[in-house]
């Protein structure tokens, strides 16, 4: 094993909002990324992970059969598992096509805002870069959301709970999100549009919670399902909210 000193530093690589841990290859010179940090960064299990990096689409889009390798790093006694930018790109677009709700919000957001800095130089506007990351995240925040509430009700549809399911379930994780989302509401029926970052996410991981709570009831559970969704929901909340150590 590796003297401590010989072992690589984590950086981080912050892709339109999401962070990805990266290290540089002392071989290569060239970043590449932790298996478990992308699989976080991705909010996806590190089994469908492993799915993807074996699956013939993979197989396909790579050229060839992927070969794990591994890193010594500060982040871990022992070797990590790790993957190139190349691999990486192909991790999000099989992601996004498999319905992995951050992969698919960042392919929208990245061609939105390259499109957005196309049309600038065309026209000759000059902006800071600093403008379209943030144009970046903003979009991709906001799309994430749209993604996660398409899937919610595209499952309370195919579960039969139909409009009225629907409207029960918005309103108890818009109430949960966004304390007077009830008054917001009355003054615009496009409210959700102005919300605050925090807030677009916090109804996006509500959209989640109650999209599982939704396909796992049948026979009149419901309502007891999206009680448990609830309390889930607000306990996510909870640490989202809770201060960090000074």
Known sequence: MSAPFNRVPKITVNV???????FINPQSKQAVFSQRGTARALKMPET????????????????????????ETTVSSKPISVVTQTDLVLIVQIASEKGNLVA???????????????????????????????????????????HS???????????????????????????????????????SKVWRRKCSGEETVKITIGNAVHEKAVGAS????????LNVAARRTSQIYDLLDAPFPI
């Open 16 to 22: 339109l909002g999401v962070e990805f841990q990266a």
């Open 218 to 225: 049948t026979n009149g559970t419901l309502d007891v399902n």
């Open 104 to 146: 698919q919000s960042m392919q929208d957001a990245s061609f939105a805002v390259l499109l957005q800095e196309s049309v600038d130089r065309a026209l000759g506007v000059e902006r800071e870069r600093e403008e379209y990351i943030q144009l970046g995240i903003d979009l991709r925040v906001q799309l994430e959301y749209i």
């Open 149 to 187: 509430y398409h899937s919610m009700r595209n499952t309370t549809f195919d579960r039969g709970y139909g409009v009225r399911g629907l409207c029960k379930v918005n309103k108890q994780v818009s109430t949960l999100a966004v304390p007077d989302a009830d008054e917001r509401r009355r003054r």
């Open 48 to 71: 469908s992970l492993r799915r993807i990096l074996t699956s013939e689409s993979f197989k396909v889009l790579r050229g060839g059969h992927f070969l794990c390798a591994t890193l």
